[in-house]
């Protein structure tokens, strides 16, 4: 009798592990969809465009004007930063919106993001996608095979 107890017993504290793991599981996942603090907490919005650039043929990379446009629910002093460029940025001290257009040639993707002045606090993001025409996967037609040919 006392065996069956402790059967018992070690299936329930299995039962409570598993269920600890699980929810321990899901919370790290809701934590990890969660940003620290979005661009929708501080009330910043920024738009790039184009959003994608798409390589088709022979093309090689993207050449194309760029415009970033963001607006703030009040005066904000912030900076927009091309990651992989650091030669792009521009400042704006003390404006609820901006706008900023230049020409990049770029073969990868590219990450913009908004930041304070000191450049320590990513206030928002947006990427510039590069997409490759995948030709040399298509599969080219063939024609039917005939026998009178």
């Not at 329930?12 to 790290?28: E, H």
């Not at 465009?49 to 993207?62: A, V, Y």
């Amino acid at each position: 009798m006392h065996q069956g107890m402790g059967s018992h017993s070690s299936t329930r504290a299995t039962a409570l592990r598993r269920m600890a793991i699980v929810a321990t599981t899901c919370l790290s996942f809701a934590a990890a969809a969660l940003p620290a603090r979005s661009a929708a907490d501080n009330g910043i919005r920024l738009q790039i465009s184009p959003r994608i650039c798409t390589l088709t043929g022979n093309d090689k990379q993207c050449a194309t004007p760029v415009r970033a446009q963001w607006r703030a629910a009040h005066d904000e002093s912030l900076c927009l930063v091309v990651l992989q460029r650091p030669e792009v940025h521009r400042c704006w001290e003390h404006y609820s919106a901006g706008s900023y257009t230049i020409d990049l040639v770029f073969t990868e993707d590219l990450v913009f993001q908004l930041r304070d002045v000191s450049l320590e606090h990513v206030l928002a993001t947006e990427a510039l996608r590069v997409i490759r025409e995948a030709l040399q996967y298509r599969h080219k037609r063939r024609q039917p095979w005939n026998i009178f040919d």
